[in-house]
């Protein structure tokens, strides 16, 4: 099975509001960490990534959060917009000596309200 | 704009027909991945090429034969596919293929109905 999960598959939230979408992961070593969003019909598509050095990066509106402690990541959009409605999935990627291969969430469905 | 290019976008094929999916990256990059989506399912990691070399099948079926000509560009040869095989079939690549913070960048996928 996979060991990236989601706490919610979706996410309703009101135009301007902030959402933050949750992400555990299970492996305690891994090193990386990558947001990606997928519109409908089209392919993920990177928003932020961080590594395991750091609990906290900014981009343009997007926050990521990393709780080593607990294995827990969060994507937080600031201000959110109808145009960030998409799925929203993290992945992690564990140490080259643990195969080091980019392990994905189902995701979760943000759904913006105008 | 990703700079990977997937074509056919949307693909419909029968189960003795034969077909291909092409990628191609503008990045520069040295490695390249297939991965399958399927509904409410995680990305599924198919194949990995590495300097042309593939360096990694995830016990993929033989119904699918990956080809590497050259770091820019990725096919993925389908042949006698199941119905189950539908699905999105992603190409990815990526500066190189392990070390951390080494972003992959999708292209937009080709959707495959297999009838």
């Known amino acids: 099975g996979e060991s990236v999960g989601l706490h919610l598959p979706t996410l309703s939230v009101q135009e301007g509001d902030n959402s933050i979408i949750n992400c555990a992961y299970s492996?305690?070593?891994?090193?990386?960490f990558i947001w990606y969003k997928q519109e409908s019909g089209k392919g993920p598509q990177f928003i932020i990534d961080?590594?395991?050095?750091?609990d906290k990066r900014q981009g343009q509106r997007v926050t990521v959060l990393l709780n080593k402690t607990v294995k827990h990541l969060s994507l937080q959009i600031a201000a959110t917009q109808p145009g960030d409605s998409a799925v929203y999935f993290c992945?992690?990627?564990?140490?080259?000596?643990?195969?080091?291969?980019?392990?994905f969430g189902q995701g979760t469905e943000l759904s913006v309200k105008p | 704009e990703t700079g990977v290019t997937q074509t056919p976008r949307h693909l419909v094929m029968g189960m003795t027909n034969k077909k291909s999916l092409k990628c191609e990256q503008h990045?520069?990059?040295?490695?390249m991945y297939w991965y399958k989506q399927s509904a409410k399912k995680p990305l599924e990691l198919m194949f990995v090429?590495?300097?042309?070399?593939?360096?990694e099948n995830n016990s993929v079926p033989s119904r699918f034969s990956p080809e590497c000509p050259n770091s820019s560009h990725l096919f993925l040869h389908l042949h006698t596919l199941q119905p189950e095989d539908s699905a999105l079939y992603l190409c990815?690549?990526?500066?190189?293929?392990?070390?951390?913070?080494?972003?992959?960048?999708f292209g937009e996928g080709s959707w495959l109905t297999v009838v």
């Open positions: 990815a690549s990526s500066r190189d293929r392990n070390p951390s913070g080494n972003t992959i960048y």
């Open positions: 492996n305690s070593a891994s090193d990386y």
């Open positions: 961080i590594r395991s050095n750091m």
């Open positions: 992945a992690e990627k564990p140490p080259y000596n643990q195969g080091g291969k980019l392990i």
């Open positions: 990045l520069g990059h040295n490695a």
């Open positions: 090429y590495s300097l042309e070399e593939r360096v």
